[in-house]
């Protein structure tokens, strides 16, 4: 079973997120803030790291660059969520560390798309 870390502090949208990915059999552990999220990065091996970029205590980014310091899930993908969506800001964002984009919003199916894709990369 992939394991994804799922970091949004929206709750509606973590749990529309999390209810379509456990639906196909992901497991999926969470964080509402940056922290949180640094932290079980820094401690759990994941698959895929979803990443919410404006984030309570750490921005996305703040997150990214720390966990592609650690050695742990220093290969492991990672998605920025986000509603910035300018090209500045989506080049920041992949300068920063992650290997996908996806601006907000979007449809948890096509979520479910890009997380199938990215994951059977790996395999």
């Known amino acids: 079973m992939k ?11 973590r749990m529309l997120i ?16 940056g922290e949180e999220a640094e932290s079980l990065a820094l401690s759990t ?3 895929l ?9 750490k921005t996305g980014l ?10 742990m899930n220093k290969d492991t993908k990672i998605m920025m969520l986000t509603a910035k ?3 500045s800001d989506e ?3 992949l ?3 992650a290997d996908y984009f996806l601006s907000k919003p979007f449809s948890p199916m096509l979520l479910l798309d890009k997380v199938e894709e990215i994951l059977a990369e790996d395999e």
Do not use: C, H, N, W
Request: proline share 2%; net charge negative; hydrophobic share 40%.
């Open 3 to 13: 394991k994804i870390l799922l970091a949004e502090d929206e709750d509606v949208l």
């Open 18 to 33: 999390m209810d379509t990915l456990e639906d196909e059999g992901y497991e999926i552990q969470e964080a509402s803030d």
């Open 45 to 47: 091996k994941f698959d």
């Open 49 to 57: 790291i979803l990443l919410d970029y404006m984030m309570p205590v």
């Open 62 to 71: 703040e997150v990214i660059k720390t966990i592609r310091t650690k050695e």
């Open 85 to 87: 969506s300018q090209k």
């Open 91 to 93: 080049k920041t964002i």
């Open 95 to 97: 300068e920063a560390g």
